[in-house]
């Protein structure tokens, strides 16, 4: 598993949510082709993955792949697997690209066929939700996903009051179990850039 010093190098090599993100993002309306994740609360959410011998991982919501690529380089997952409706390509105008050795599923991931792709799957250790972000959407995806077996199910968007994102927020709120938070409220370059946070969700058992 990686060093804290490790992923803090990773990091250093990569674009995260930055200013220059989120100008772009309002120029445009769309997200740009990097990390949608702030680096502060990503180098965390890592390290979270390294503490707890996370070798599986599911991603729900890809966008451009930066995410699912830039975790697989930093602990080279035994098994890697998304789920996508490839807004990126046909909203955002970006290519996605994730490592060969993914396990894909192109679509909805309300979808019977998700569901069954799901079943065939079989245990992940770590299923990070971060798709559409309306509360119905994150709901769905969360409940579905908790029929399947699985260590941990993890939220992207999960705090601040940026409209865009509250969904994922109020379906954290609600959750019972064990739940851990990830979110450093003063590591925002700008304050027009939204509060973000990660959210790690396991049954109270």
Same mark, same amino acid.
């Given at each position: !598993?990686?060093?804290?010093?490790?992923?803090?190098?990773?990091?250093?090599?990569?674009?995260?949510?930055?200013?220059?993100?989120?100008?772009?993002?309002?120029?445009?309306?769309?997200?740009?082709?990097?990390?949608?994740?702030?680096?502060?609360?990503?180098?965390?959410?890592?390290?979270?993955?390294?503490?707890?011998?996370?070798?599986?991982?599911?991603?729900?919501?890809?966008?451009?792949?930066?995410?699912?690529?830039?975790?697989?380089?930093?602990?080279?997952?035994?098994?890697?697997?998304?789920c996508d409706a490839r807004?990126?390509?046909?909203?955002?105008?970006?290519?996605?690209?994730?490592?060969?050795?993914?396990?894909?599923?192109?679509?909805?991931?309300?979808?019977?066929?998700?569901?069954?792709?799901?079943?065939?799957?079989?245990?992940?250790?770590?299923?990070?939700?971060?798709?559409?972000?309306?509360?119905?959407?994150?709901?769905?995806?969360?409940?579905?996903?908790?029929?399947?077996?699985?260590r941990y199910i993890a939220?992207?968007?999960?705090?601040?009051?940026?409209?865009?994102?509250?969904?994922?927020?109020?379906?954290?709120?609600?959750?019972?179990?064990?739940k851990t938070e990830i979110?450093?409220?003063?590591?925002?370059?700008?304050?027009?850039?939204? !509060? !973000?946070?990660?959210?790690?969700?396991?049954?109270?058992?």
């Open positions: !598993m990686p060093t804290q010093e490790q992923i803090q190098q990773a990091l250093a090599t990569v674009q995260c949510w930055d200013d220059a993100a989120q100008i772009s993002y309002e120029a445009q309306g769309v997200p740009p082709a990097c990390l949608l994740q702030n680096p502060h609360e990503l180098a965390d959410f890592c390290a979270w993955i390294a503490a707890h011998g996370i070798r599986s991982f599911l991603e729900i919501g890809i966008w451009s792949g930066h995410l699912t690529c830039f975790l697989d380089q930093l602990f080279d997952f035994e098994r890697l697997a998304i807004m990126a390509e046909t909203v955002g105008r970006h290519s996605i690209v994730v490592p060969a050795k993914t396990e894909c599923f192109w679509g909805s991931s309300h979808s019977i066929e998700y569901m069954a792709w799901r079943q065939e799957l079989g245990p992940v250790d770590l299923v990070l939700i971060d798709a559409e972000h309306t509360y119905e959407a994150v709901k769905q995806d969360f409940l579905i996903n908790q029929r399947y077996p699985q939220f992207h968007d999960i705090a601040g009051e940026n409209p865009a994102t509250a969904g994922s927020r109020r379906v954290w709120q609600e959750l019972s179990g064990k979110i450093h409220p003063v590591a925002y370059p700008h304050p027009r850039i939204p !509060m !973000m946070g990660f959210g790690i969700w396991s049954p109270d058992v």
